[in-house]
């Protein structure tokens, strides 16, 4: 059974499924996805449920070779890595999720020795890369009436999309690293970006896993090639500005207007 809990949370389209990834490098992590958007465990965990269900879910999360969980699709489609070195038992349990960002008080709560990483991207490359998703931003909507309030997604609780959702869970996620600064660590997405091997050997060190050459060959290979997959971890370091040229320009100065000035501006920066 693992020994300890790691989280990546970020908005959708904000870098989660690449940092996932190097995460996962690491021989010592079992890594699952979104435990409670999937099947076995789909919404059994609420913020006022107690420590023990939230124990059982993740023990069983751990053990169970769930296809979603471990993204054994995208594996299989080589839009994810698999990894040849890996422990048989590894001592953590790595969950990445762009959901239930509403649970991360209850979870810093009760597990006192967890570490979590909130990736953060620029506010117009996440809503850019949304809009022009089509497997994450539904074909019959308009854009021009979804950027901000996503209502064409926000269809339960536990989901956040849209520009009014970048603002609640940034801020969420850096009041969070400076209540809990020795368990929450911010990431920029631009930076790791572009500094991908030292921000990763700093991430790796701040939630005391090994820099191991299989971390190192991946984040290289990740930026060496380009997936023409939305979905995959493949991409050239280019894409970070893409939103310049692919987001409608009054969309873009509307939020670069509402970030300036604020707490938020440093992530436009």
């Known amino acids: 059974m693992y ?9 959708p389209r904000s870098g989660t499924s690449w940092l996932s990834q190097i995460i996962d490098s690491s021989p010592d992590v079992r890594f699952r996805l979104s435990p409670l958007f999937s099947y076995a465990f789909k919404g ?10 939230y124990d059982r879910v993740f023990r069983g999360a751990y053990q169970l070779d769930d296809e979603f969980m471990t993204q054994r699709r995208h594996r ?18 790595f969950i990445k999720d762009t959901r239930y960002h509403n649970l991360i008080e209850t979870l810093l709560r009760y597990y006192d020795d967890m570490k979590m990483v909130c990736i953060v991207r620029h506010p117009c490359g996440t809503i850019s890369s ?49 209540e809990y600064p020795e368990r929450v660590r911010l990431l920029r997405y631009e930076s790791l970006v572009v500094n991908a091997v030292e921000e990763t050997r700093a991430l790796f060190s701040f939630l005391g896993l090994t820099y191991t050459a299989q971390t190192e060959a991946f984040v ?50």
């Open 130 to 178: 949304w809009l022009n998703t089509p497997k994450e931003f539904p074909r019959t909507a308009d854009p021009a009436q979804e950027w901000r309030h996503a209502r064409c997604r926000k269809t339960a609780p536990e989901e956040f999309w849209g520009f009014e959702d970048w603002k609640t869970v940034t801020r969420l996620h850096m009041r969070m690293a400076q």
């Open 220 to 269: 290289v290979e990740s930026q060496g090639k380009h997936v023409d997959d939305t979905h995959a971890v493949y991409k050239h370091p280019r894409v970070k500005d893409r939103w310049r040229d692919q987001l409608p320009r009054p969309i873009q100065e509307e939020i670069l207007a509402e970030v300036r000035g604020t707490n938020l501006e440093r992530f436009i920066e």
């Open 3 to 11: 020994e300890r809990l790691i989280f990546a949370m970020g908005m």
């Open 44 to 53: 059994q965990l609420g913020e006022t449920s107690p420590r023990e269900e």
């Open 76 to 93: 299989q489609a080589e839009n994810y890595p698999t990894f040849a070195v890996k422990s048989p038992a590894p001592r953590y349990l």
